[in-house]
């Protein structure tokens, strides 16, 4: 190139003359954005043209986007979206011998649990294993209800005792053996005799018999009856076909005891066991069923489970809908955050799934279809709380305890349904939906004050290093997928405590979160308030919830305070903030309390930690003369033996639970609002007295 500097002009392509000869390219004038180089105006010409409505003083009418009769003809065509929908006219074949089928055999249930019923726990917790095994027995007696054989299901628990008579068609009296005891067998796979089973497909109730130390199963049919008792999986007795000695109605009963030998010392919480009836009795309108002679009985479904979660706190009359496939209810509260009660099959999906998804996405639209607005989902959703039910012809679940369903074909039918049944109902009920748009207009309006407020948080935090300063975080997060399914944070009070428990976490998975102090009681404050609380802002953008809950970093958040007054205080301001202000986090279950040992009893072979006082006194009788200390405090256990309290095979950690919504407000004002001389009364009145302090 001998040298020559490059310019533009000397890499321009060259242009023809009229006379077909080459010329050098002029120099040309830069575009003014927007001109074409014809000088025509163009930077409008794909913009969206039409101006949302003004809001005068006078409101008047809001258009609406359908007629109802329209509504009504969008409703039915996507029904017809349902890849089920034809299923509800399908004539069932006969359930007799020939539909029961085989597959390849499970082994090893009782040394392998885990894989059947997740956790084994001693009836404490509501997902415990005991409750299960109930669950699994009942199921079988609402897949009978659901095909529409038995309305009428009879419990009894005494003693640890399980009993559970049906009214369905009853086992097949030639397959009683194989349906309790062999792995995969059963007509659950059978899909002209079950279409939307519950059940675990085959394992239920094999995994009830090998984990019961007594099991016994009677199937009547037509005045005959098949009998067969088990211990521990193993049968014990077996009478098959034979003459009732007085009439019974066809169905099936079961007894079983879950064994010690797995479980432990165990009880059944009647409250958790009520609970799941009731689940039951809303899930199936029309079925009856009896506890210990209590009936549990709904006839309006997800709407009576809304209604008797909050009573007085809905700002408007309960939504609902019932289609074939899929039923929904939803109100609005003066809450914060959403609240949503998700089941599939009748199976309460904890972790909620792609259902509860596509239901919250079609109750966007909905909600935008009929206002003819474009409202943002936080503004809808906010406050709302709402119970979806579906049912599955082949449900995916991402366990086989099923608190999540996996299922990705069914979104665009559920999407669909959900928007068109809102859209329906709000044609129909005006003044509720007027009611909810004030609402969503009302969300509208905090939303603005908190981003200002927000962003003043966020230019306070610029101010502190990248790194939070009360913050020792892990390697793994929720984001992380499988290696991020174990991830907690533990809150802390004060250096002393999280000096102990950093030198003995997993740095893998377990963060650590140090209060200063006693945090501000939030009771009654606005949810700007939080944002101002320097150290609250701080908990929230170390769980990493500053924006949204959906962004929570991890699985668990573990509050883990000195098991003194000190201490349970500031439990109480904790759980004051969640539930005041991410409620969500406290029923979704990600909020649980650290269990630490009170005592210790040693002497000069073996040391024994002890939880309460009956665990001290048994450890000081089996070592004789000892040595027992008590822990005042976290910081008083050193890192090294902290490490044993917090390893994922002897951690005790107790979920936070709440039985039903209704109750928050009432036990938030109560304990932590401005009723003192009432609240000092109560003390008074509970107080113990020093012969009863036991510590």
């Known amino acids: 190139m001998g040298g020559k500097k490059l310019t533009a002009e000397t890499v321009q392509p060259s242009k023809k003359t009229s006379s077909g000869t080459k010329s050098t390219a002029a120099k040309k004038t830069k575009p003014v954005a927007g001109i074409d180089e014809n000088g025509t105006f163009r930077a409008w010409d794909n913009a969206k043209t039409k101006a949302r409505p003004k809001k005068d003083a006078?409101?008047?009418?809001?258009?609406?986007?359908?007629?109802?009769?329209?509504?009504?003809?969008?409703?039915?065509?996507?029904?017809?979206?349902?890849?089920?929908?034809?299923?509800?006219?399908?004539?069932?074949?006969?359930?007799?011998?020939?539909?029961?089928?085989?597959?390849?055999?499970?082994?090893?249930?009782?040394?392998?649990?885990?894989?059947?019923?997740?956790?084994?726990?001693?009836g404490s917790n509501q997902n415990d294993g005991i409750y299960v095994l109930l669950k699994e027995v009942i199921d079988n007696s609402i897949d009978e209800f659901i095909v529409g054989f038995g309305n009428r299901i009879d419990i009894q628990i005494a003693e640890n005792r399980v009993k559970v008579r049906d009214y369905g068609r009853g086992i097949p009296l030639g397959k009683v053996v194989e349906c309790v005891s062999q792995i995969n067998t059963g007509a659950k796979y059978n899909d002209d005799v079950f279409q939307f089973s519950v059940g675990m497909n085959g394992v239920g109730t094999k995994a009830v018999n090998a984990l019961s130390s007594y099991f016994r199963v009677v199937a009547i049919r037509d005045g005959l009856a098949t009998e067969a008792v088990f211990e521990k999986g193993k049968l014990i007795s077996h009478r098959?076909?034979?003459?009732?000695?007085?009439?019974?109605?066809?169905?099936?009963?079961?007894?079983?005891?879950?064994?010690?030998?797995?479980?432990?010392?165990?009880?059944?919480?009647?409250?958790?066991?009520?609970?799941?009836?009731?689940?039951?009795?809303?899930?199936?309108?029309?079925?009856t069923l009896s506890l210990n002679g209590k009936i549990f009985s709904s006839q309006n479904g997800l709407l009576d489970l809304l209604q008797s979660e909050l009573e007085t706190e809905k700002l408007y009359t309960i939504g609902s809908y019932c289609g074939n496939h899929l039923q929904f209810a939803f109100t609005h509260t003066n809450s914060y955050g959403e609240n949503y009660f998700s089941f599939v099959n009748g199976q309460f999906t904890s972790d909620g799934g792609t259902h509860l998804t596509a239901f919250k996405e079609g109750f966007i639209k909905g909600v935008n279809e009929f206002f003819q607005e474009n409202y943002k989902s936080e503004d809808i959703r906010e406050g709302i709380t709402a119970a979806v039910l579906v049912k599955v012809k082949n449900p995916v679940f991402e366990s086989q305890t099923k608190n999540k369903l996996g299922n990705t074909d069914i979104r665009q039918w559920i999407v669909a349904e959900v928007q068109s049944g809102l859209d329906d109902w709000l044609h129909k009920n005006p003044k509720e939906a007027e009611m909810l748009q004030k609402k969503i207009e009302a969300n509208e309006k905090l939303r603005t004050e908190l981003s200002a407020v927000k962003k003043q948080a966020r230019e306070a935090s610029k101010k502190m290093s990248i790194r939070i300063p009360k913050l020792d975080d892990c390697r793994y997060h929720l984001e992380d997928g499988v290696k991020g399914e174990n991830s907690m944070i533990f809150i802390t009070e004060g250096q002393s405590a999280s000096g102990s428990i950093t030198h003995a976490r997993d740095a893998n998975y377990q963060a650590i979160f140090s209060l200063r102090g006693k945090p501000e009681n939030m009771y009654g404050k606005k949810q700007t308030d939080i944002y101002k609380n320097d150290e609250l802002l701080q908990l929230m953008m170390a769980l990493g919830i500053e924006t949204s809950v959906e962004n929570l970093k991890y699985s668990k958040i573990v509050i883990a305070t000195d098991a003194d007054n000190d201490g349970f205080h500031i439990r109480n301001l904790l759980l004051t903030f969640f539930l005041g202000y991410f409620e969500e986090l406290v029923t979704s279950g990600r909020v649980w309390i650290l269990e630490t040992p009170l005592f210790r009893v040693r002497n000069k072979k073996e040391n024994i930690y002890c939880y309460s006082e009956k665990?001290?006194?048994?450890?000081?009788?089996k070592l004789g003369k000892s040595e027992t200390s008590r822990f005042k405090g976290l910081g008083e256990i050193s890192g090294d033996e902290f490490k044993q309290f917090i390893t994922p095979d002897k951690i005790r950690l107790t979920p936070v639970e709440i039985s039903q919504l209704k109750i928050v407000p009432q036990l938030l004002a109560f304990y932590m609002g401005k009723n003192t001389p009432e609240r000092r009364k109560f003390i008074e009145e509970n107080l113990l007295g020093n012969a009863e302090i036991d510590a």
């Open 58 to 122: 006078e409101k008047t009418p809001v258009k609406r986007g359908s007629t109802a009769q329209q509504a009504a003809k969008k409703l039915a065509e996507a029904q017809k979206a349902d890849p089920s929908y034809n299923l509800q006219n399908k004539v069932l074949a006969d359930y007799g011998d020939s539909q029961i089928k085989h597959l390849d055999s499970l082994e090893h249930i009782r040394l392998r649990s885990g894989m059947y019923i997740g956790r084994l726990g001693d």
């Open 240 to 287: 098959a076909s034979f003459k009732l000695s007085k009439p019974g109605k066809n169905g099936t009963y079961f007894e079983f005891v879950p064994d010690e030998s797995i479980f432990g010392k165990y009880s059944f919480n009647m409250e958790y066991v009520e609970k799941r009836i009731w689940n039951y009795a809303y899930l199936n309108t029309g079925l």
């Open 615 to 621: 665990e001290r006194d048994e450890a000081q009788a």
